[in-house]
């Protein structure tokens, strides 16, 4: 290999590349080619390498005591650890004949200590690391704007009145600040006053100007801090169906205005035309077309580098919409006014973001007759399989009459899922506890999550099933064990449904109503039922093994292949394959935590 060979060799290897010229020409006099057959041992606890190594060609297992922990392929390097730190507890076997650079230790280390970002890769946490090297992945594709905070953008110098004064008083002073938004400033809350305000509370009424603006004012005005993401702000816009929110700064004080239509001019993804369509949809046929569009954000979304839980988020926030603008379309207002539309399951955890299928219920007031709603069941199920959500194999949706009954039936029914629990009944519950409240009156399925939580009390042996499912699917340990024996593994089974199950089991422990498994991390964190290191590598693992997810499920839709959970590990680059061994290898550790958080293995 001649010496332009190498350097063009070494650079491509991460994290080499952050090397300048000279570095690189040090690292290529202080390191030899070398041969190791099948069977060697390169590193063990006894005998400690005075390299590092990096394969040009063949397999290296490291084991501990018999289990292959990791295998490394051509690009892969290793051990830094040993060098570093002297000491190694694995062992590093040829798996297959090996031909390899081997870098001096003295050269190594003094690289370690010239380049920061060198020495960081290696002696940073997992976290850390995957964090590195998604940005090393995505670099290429990452439009700038979904790093971008909310002080990125365009905010309006806020027009700041006290509550006591006279309304024509803020209105002249609006007109000096050039705005129709008027802030009302009460102790340490805010309200806002706009010009729709004016016209309904004022105008219309035939109000004086001489009362005091927060007779009128709207309490509290939804804020959001100068520091948080921009996209984060845009989610609450469409969420809340609002066109401004008030910036704040780290005190809590007032410092400007953030208009919806700046943010939607900042990220230009045609959200708002899919939102205002929703809204202005007067029959089925509208609201089919503007649901049809949801497909087109998530593309762009996703090809300018958007974090997935950020496009889970904003395409939950729109498929809410979709659901309660067909219920209301669809159901006369009397039923739906008794009645709560939920959706449960990855939909109600906000996690769909690919249609795959339909997890919906309805729940009934007591006392009103249930055949009453079957006809307009019946037809919100039929029309959400024309818009393109596939029905559910389970027959989990509103035309199966099990998920189409009063509040009493269904606290019967979790009476049944607790005290006589089998599979179907687990995953039952399981897919009840993540449901959302879409359309209807939401304060029948908050007395149905009271009544859950109530009948879960001290039933310690039941959550240890409970959680058992957990560990129903295998996460594969090394790459190889896919690798080099089929083409395609299921990403969900193997790592997303662990995640997903382990933290929905802490979080009904806990009776953590949220129902996110990103938010559930984060307060399960918070309760210190998760260490930080913990939540942090799981928060990681999830997104990584859901980009890779998404990621193969468009090109299913580009191929005009059936959607599915399946990832082509054959298509894999280098930097994905290091990211899918992390996020197993987390997922791994987790389940051994819910093994012992729920004594999982003391079961009979």
Request: glycine share 2%.
């Amino acid at each position: 290999m001649s010496l332009l060979d190498q350097k063009s060799f070494l650079s491509s290897i991460h994290p080499f590349e952050v090397l300048n010229e000279q570095e690189i020409n040090t690292c290529i006099k202080n390191m030899d080619i070398a041969y190791y057959p099948k069977h060697s041992i390169l590193i063990s606890p006894e005998n400690i390498s005075e390299h590092f190594f990096i394969i040009i060609k063949g397999t290296v297992h490291e084991t501990y005591e018999d289990e292959i922990l990791v295998d490394f392929h051509k690009d892969d390097s290793f051990d830094a650890n040993s060098l570093i730190y002297q000491k190694c507890k694995n062992t590093f076997l040829v798996y297959e004949d090996l031909i390899c650079y081997e870098l001096e230790k003295k050269t190594f280390l003094n690289l370690i200590k010239s380049n920061e970002e060198f020495k960081d890769f290696f002696l940073n946490n997992l976290v850390n690391k995957i964090q590195v090297l998604k940005n090393k992945e995505f670099t290429s594709e990452l439009s700038t704007f979904i790093l971008d905070k909310v002080e990125d953008t365009i905010i309006h110098e806020p027009c700041i009145v006290e509550h006591n004064t006279k309304l024509i008083d803020a209105i002249e002073k609006s007109l000096k600040f050039k705005t129709s938004t008027i802030i009302v400033k009460k102790d340490k809350t805010y309200g806002i006053i706009t010009d729709s305000i004016l016209k309904m509370k004022v105008l219309l009424k035939n109000e004086s100007l001489n009362i005091s603006v927060d007779e009128i004012a709207i309490f509290p005005l939804l804020t959001v801090c100068k520091d948080d993401y921009l996209f984060d702000a845009l989610s609450l816009l469409i969420k809340k169906t609002i066109k401004r929110v008030g910036v704040v700064n780290f005190d809590n004080e007032m410092i400007g205005v953030l208009e919806q239509i700046d943010v939607l001019s900042h990220f230009a993804n045609h959200t708002n035309v899919v939102d205002t369509k929703i809204k202005k949809a007067n029959n089925l046929d509208e609201l089919k077309n503007a649901s049809k569009a949801l497909i087109n954000i998530i593309k762009t979304m996703h090809s300018k580098g958007v974090k997935v839980h950020h496009i889970s988020n904003l395409i939950g926030q729109l498929n809410t919409k979709v659901y309660k603008k067909l219920c209301e379309l669809i159901m006369p207002k009397e039923l739906l006014n008794t009645s709560c539309f939920i959706v449960m399951g990855s939909e109600g955890r906000n996690e769909q973001i690919i249609k795959t299928d339909q997890d919906n219920a309805l729940v009934i007031q007591d006392g009103i007759d249930v055949e009453q709603y079957r006809e307009y069941a019946n037809e919100i199920t039929k029309s959400l399989i024309d818009f393109g959500y596939p029905p559910c194999e389970g027959n989990i949706m509103v035309s199966n009459s099990f998920w189409c009954k009063t509040v009493q039936e269904y606290k019967n029914e979790i009476a049944r899922w607790i005290e006589a629990p089998d599979m179907q009944n687990y995953m039952d519950l399981a897919i009840f506890f993540d449901s959302f409240a879409v359309a209807g009156n939401k304060n029948l399925l908050i007395k149905l999550k009271d009544d859950l939580f109530e009948k879960l009390h001290n039933k310690d042996v039941f959550m240890a099933y409970f959680a058992k499912s957990t560990l129903a699917f295998d996460t594969p340990k090394t790459i190889a064990n896919f690798m080099t024996k089929v083409n395609f593994i299921d990403i969900k089974k193997a790592g997303v449904f662990p995640i997903v199950q382990g933290i929905r089991s802490l979080a009904l422990k806990e009776k953590i109503r949220e129902t996110t498994t990103i938010k559930r991390i984060k307060l399960l964190e918070q309760a210190h039922v998760l260490e930080h290191e913990m939540a942090s590598e799981l928060l990681e693992a999830f997104d990584v093994l859901g980009t890779l997810r998404l990621k193969s499920q468009l090109k299913q839709i580009l191929d005009s292949k059936e959607i599915n959970n399946e990832i082509d590990t054959h298509t894999l680059g280098k930097i994905e394959r290091d990211l899918l061994k992390d996020s197993f290898s987390i997922v791994n550790t987790f389940k051994k935590f819910i093994t012992f958080s729920f004594q999982i293995d003391k079961l009979p």
